[in-house]
């Protein structure tokens, strides 16, 4: 089994920035690649940016320049550092990463999510 735990959502006036975290657990073997996604209330879930495990980043364009995917492979953590937020970034974001947990066993799994509201 594998947990997926994220933290530091919080409210934010426009202009202020956070740091999300996302904590990984579990019967992990190694994990490869490792993203951001958001959904905002009757919105579709859409790709914030992600990472593989040589670091390598990518990013939607409408957070590029603003946000910033980092990732700490020997403590299974991944980070998204949020500066100049917007009130259009307010939504629930979600960790999501493919974790091989055995040979020739992998799968992706999800976080529950953390509220992220940025007041105008």
């Known amino acids: 089994q594998v947990h997926l735990v994220e933290s530091g959502g919080g409210l934010v006036q426009a202009g202020g920035s956070l740091r999300l975290s996302c904590a990984a657990s579990g019967s992990i073997f190694s994990i490869n690649n490792m993203g951001w996604y958001r959904q905002a209330p009757g919105k579709q879930r859409e790709l914030v940016a992600d990472?593989?495990?040589?670091?390598?980043?990518n990013y939607s364009d409408a957070v590029k320049g603003r946000f910033t995917i980092s990732r700490d492979n020997a403590a299974k953590r991944l980070y998204l550092q949020m500066n100049s937020l917007k009130p259009e970034d307010t939504a629930v974001y979600y960790c999501?990463?493919?974790?091989?947990?055995?040979?020739?066993?992998?799968?992706?799994?999800w976080g529950q999510g953390t509220q992220v509201t940025v007041s105008s």
């Open positions: 999501k990463a493919r974790v091989t947990t055995g040979v020739l066993r992998s799968g992706y799994y």
């Open positions: 990472t593989t495990s040589s670091g390598s980043t």
